[in-house]
């Protein structure tokens, strides 16, 4: 790399210009002053105020230009993985998303294929254990002042081992988080409960009335997973309307 500042001789001694400049013995001291004067004068220093000047005409080293060249070239760079990181970043808002609903799909799979089933084989099986222990105790109750002691001893351990069996499934229910209900109110509801048995009746007021409670609703996460089982009662000129087709 050239240095384009000019050596200032100005300031160099005279030993400076001994070796460019021929002596020989007969010169005077004065005359080699001279020649050590005329030659500086061919090496003028550069001053501060031309320094400015150079630069402010816009001349630059070729090594700051080399350099400026390279300032540009990185610029271009960061700018280009600017791009592909905002791009990166993107596709994982799209893969996790899409990560997201695969989960989601999962669930809602496991949730109908197997969660759901085994649910609504506990319900049945414990609607099977509230039906035995229903017609055991009719049964026990009938044959209250029968002196078959034995019999009445089988019968009573029977509804309690299904009352223990109904207990056990509703456990088992519970920790799945279902939950039984009872729509208390008098009147027929669609939405909660499921019509078994239409009951005839002749008066007007009992219309779409509840005329008993055969099994429990079930409900999971909110939603409804069996409506609770009815008997509804209907006006009797009404059923045989509708078993002769409405007319």
Known sequence: MENNE????????????????????????????????EKAKKFPARTSTQSQAAESTGSSPEWLEGIFEELKGCEEQISQLAQQIAELKAAEKIIIDLSNRNKDLNEQLIEREIILPTILRLIYMADNCREQIGKFQKICDRSAGSQNEAALKILKFTIETRKANLTEFEDILANMAVESYQHHEDIFSPSLQKCINRVECAEQSLQAHIAGRLRPGYMRNGKIVRKECVDVYVLSNKINNLNNGGN
């Open 6 to 37: 000019q050596p200032n001789f100005e300031s160099f001694k005279e030993e400076s210009f001994a070796e460019h400049i021929p002596l020989t013995q007969t010169q005077s001291s004065q005359e080699i002053e001279q020649l050590l004067t």
